[in-house]
């Protein structure tokens, strides 16, 4: 019997919902089964915000796909009347020498990417609620901001819909495996089993459970978000005076944050990049503690004194890391006809989310994608090393 889809995409978080529709959108029959809710708090893509920036410090290899991506977040903005990008403008914030700063100059030259270098007494003027060290400098990206996650988790489950995708949630899959001959693949859920030629591994946090057999040894960490509200009001921090930061101490330590997006009570979001605890999506500590608060509040302090005026509230989020922090995507190396995976977004992938949908659309119906994925096989030398 021929499958009864195309394609089924497990998990439809921010990668998954945006790879169902663009596998819609080109014609395919989807099913997408998703653990919760449409747009739930319990993975990876919730909290409000998340940056979005093309100097990019990790590795110039992820420019080309940053460009498309914008293009991408634009058309789905168009296409759903739903808010997704604010471009306030973005501030890697340093030593010369930092990776951040370091690292977004050499890719903002390789790829002629606008941009500006701030000094000092610069950023002070340009910007003053930041109240950098005399050495410390700033690449300044006008076309940084930021994105809002549920926003565009629920722009891609809108057009999925739209576009023919049976979603199905609180459906969570309990397994799968590949039809004899290699004709597809069959998943089950408590509810039913179904066929289809193709299956798209999102898992986001799961991805240890789910994708035993990939090599990459993931670490899944508990990451917290905290929001301030500042001294003197939020005037100073709205989007059209504020920009988006990233800013590392001489120990290599990175904290960022955003305007304040959420009207004069909703105060400014604020992270660490890294620094986060492990855990498991079943045992993660949902509790954020005093002491992290103060941690947080610490690290404002000398640089954007007027920010943790009052402590309003925190929120716990994972982030899916591999080895090199740099992503899976991929035909299965085990399954390579029938399975495609996006995982180990490492902390940075959202502003990434709507070209994702697009490489995984390529690599389920086709086999293959013309956007530059080298860097994301599992089987890199630096992915298999815990
Ligand atoms: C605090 C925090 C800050 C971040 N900041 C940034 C930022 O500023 N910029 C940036 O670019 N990125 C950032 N990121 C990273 C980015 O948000 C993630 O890379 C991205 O959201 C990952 O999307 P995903 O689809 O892989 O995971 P998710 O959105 O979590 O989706 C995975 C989905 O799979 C589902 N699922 C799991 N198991 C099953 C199953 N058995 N059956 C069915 N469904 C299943 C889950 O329920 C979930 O919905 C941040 C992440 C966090 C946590």
């Given at each position: 019997m021929a499958p009864?889809?195309?394609?089924?995409?497990?998990?439809?978080g921010g990668m998954g919902s945006a790879a169902a529709h663009h596998l819609a959108a080109r014609g395919a029959r989807v099913l997408g089964l998703e653990k919760f809710g449409p747009v739930h708090h319990r993975g990876s893509s919730h909290g409000g915000s998340r940056i979005t920036r093309q100097s990019y410090f990790e590795d110039p290899a992820y420019v080309p796909l940053l460009l498309r991506s914008y293009e991408l977040y634009e058309q789905l903005e168009r296409d759903t009347g739903r808010e997704v990008a604010t471009l306030c403008g973005g501030v890697m914030l340093g030593r010369p020498d930092s990776r951040t700063v370091g690292g977004s100059l050499a890719s903002a030259r390789q790829w002629d990417l606008?941009?500006?270098?701030?000094?000092?007494?610069?950023?002070?003027?340009?910007?003053?609620?930041?109240?950098?060290?005399?050495?410390?400098?700033?690449?300044?990206?006008?076309?940084?901001?930021?994105?809002?996650?549920?926003?565009?988790?629920?722009?891609?489950?809108?057009?999925?819909?739209?576009g023919g995708a049976d979603l199905h949630f609180e459906e969570p899959v309990t397994r799968w495996e590949e039809l004899p001959g290699g004709a597809g693949v069959r998943v089950h859920t408590h509810e039913n089993t179904y066929t289809a030629g193709q299956l798209v591994i999102c898992p986001g946090a799961w991805a240890p459970q789910l994708l035993t057999d990939l090599g990459v040894p993931f670490t899944i960490e508990r990451q917290i978000m905290y929001w301030f509200a500042p001294d003197g009001g939020t005037a100073p921090y709205v989007p059209e005076r504020h920009p988006i930061y990233i800013w590392e101490d001489a120990a290599g330590v990175q904290i960022y944050g955003?305007?304040?997006?959420?009207?004069?009570?909703?105060?400014?979001?604020?992270?660490?990049?890294?620094?986060?605890?492990?855990?498991?999506?079943?045992?993660?500590?949902?509790?954020?503690?005093?002491?992290?608060?103060?941690?947080?509040?610490?690290?404002?302090g000398p640089r954007l004194p007027t920010l943790p005026g009052r402590f309003l509230k925190a929120a716990t989020c994972m982030y899916s890391n591999t080895p090199d922090e740099h992503f899976v995507i991929t035909r299965h190396p085990a399954?390579?006809?029938?399975?495609?995976?996006?995982?180990?977004?490492?902390?940075?992938?959202?502003?990434?989310?709507?070209?994702?949908?697009?490489?995984?659309?390529?690599?389920?119906?086709?086999g293959t994608t013309p956007h530059p994925i080298d860097l994301f096989d599992p089987r890199r030398p630096a992915a298999a090393v815990a």
């Open positions: 009864t889809y195309d394609v089924i995409v497990l998990g439809l606008p941009h500006e270098m701030l000094d000092a007494k610069e950023i002070r003027r340009r910007f003053p609620t930041l109240t950098p060290h005399d050495d410390e400098v700033a690449l300044y990206e006008a076309r940084a901001g930021l994105l809002r996650p549920e926003n565009t988790v629920a722009a891609h489950v809108q057009l999925a819909t739209q955003f305007p304040a997006i959420d009207g004069p009570e909703g105060g400014a979001k604020v992270a660490f990049f890294r620094k986060g605890t492990v855990c498991t999506p079943e045992t993660i500590d949902r509790t954020v503690y005093d002491h992290e608060v103060r941690a947080m509040a610490d690290q404002l399954h390579p006809e029938n399975v495609t995976v996006a995982c180990g977004f490492s902390g940075h992938g959202f502003k990434f989310v709507p070209v994702v949908g697009e490489i995984v659309a390529d690599l389920a119906l086709t």
